[in-house]
């Protein structure tokens, strides 16, 4: 299983960032795929999962500012980060969800991409 993200760096506060992760190693096409984020002197946070039907779930603190998407023919899901604030600074990563109903535990997940949102 590999996991690879990209797309993180240095934003201002309100503004936006897209993070890829291309996947390889297993049946991405019938896997539910989730992002996560961990802050400094925090512990692994729940940010956004889909199911390989499309179908997108959320916490209610990421609601409205977050898009999680993916293409099956390119096994890569991505996030999608709107008006970013600073609190939203973390390393983000994509993961294998343990299993459809809990999408915020995982079998695997990537080394992760630095997002810092600083003016």
């Known amino acids: 299983v590999q996991l690879v993200e990209s797309g993180g760096g240095l934003v201002q506060p309100g503004g936006s960032l897209r993070l890829s992760c291309a996947a390889s190693?297993?049946?991405?096409?019938?896997?539910?795929m989730s992002w996560a984020r961990q802050a400094p002197g925090k512990g692994l946070e729940w940010v956004s999962g889909i199911y390989s039907d499309g179908s997108t779930f959320y916490p209610d603190s990421m609601k409205g500012r977050f898009t999680i998407s993916r293409d099956n023919a390119k096994n890569t899901v991505y996030l999608e980060m709107n008006s970013l604030k600073p609190e939203d600074t973390a390393v983000y990563s994509c993961a294998i969800p343990r299993s459809r109903r809990r999408l915020d535990e995982y079998d695997y997940w990537g080394q992760g991409t630095q997002v810092t949102v600083s003016s």
């Open positions: 190693g297993f049946p991405f096409s019938s896997s539910a």
